[in-house]
Nanobody
């Protein structure tokens, strides 16, 4: 059974850092592009970052560029989102999601509709 489990969320002060993990089980992450999304109370889910299947292409939401870094470790079947210089507006539930891609695909999009498997989310709260 395909499962994604996020971890690493928590409460942090403005300017602090967190590293989110997305552990995959029941399937091999190698075959998938990975996205991180977030949803704040009363707001729509938005794409934060994504990484292509081979890790050769990444994309970021403009507001997190230079602060967040996405990565993947296929040997550990895990993806990461390193978040630095956190701001109160980064407060949200963060989700990872995957979509299967062809072997040479460099496709990586921030549209949630492109992804077909999702984790349960991890809460990130940034205090001012």
């Amino acid at each position: 059974q395909l499962q994604l489990v996020e971890s690493g969320g928590g409460l942090v002060q403005t300017g602090g850092s967190l590293r989110l993990s997305c552990a995959a089980s029941g399937f091999t992450l190698d075959y998938y592009a990975i996205g991180w999304f977030r949803q704040a109370p009363g707001k729509e889910r938005e794409g934060v970052s994504c990484i292509s299947r081979r890790g050769s292409n990444t994309n970021y939401l403009d507001s997190v560029k230079g602060r967040f870094t996405i990565s993947r470790d296929n040997a550990k079947n895990t993806a990461y989102l390193q978040m630095n210089s956190l701001k109160p507006e980064d407060t949200a539930i963060y989700y990872c999601a995957v979509v299967q891609r062809s072997p040479l695909s460099r496709v990586c999009v921030l549209s949630s509709g492109q992804y077909d498997s999702w984790g349960q989310g991890t809460q990130v709260t940034v205090s001012s």
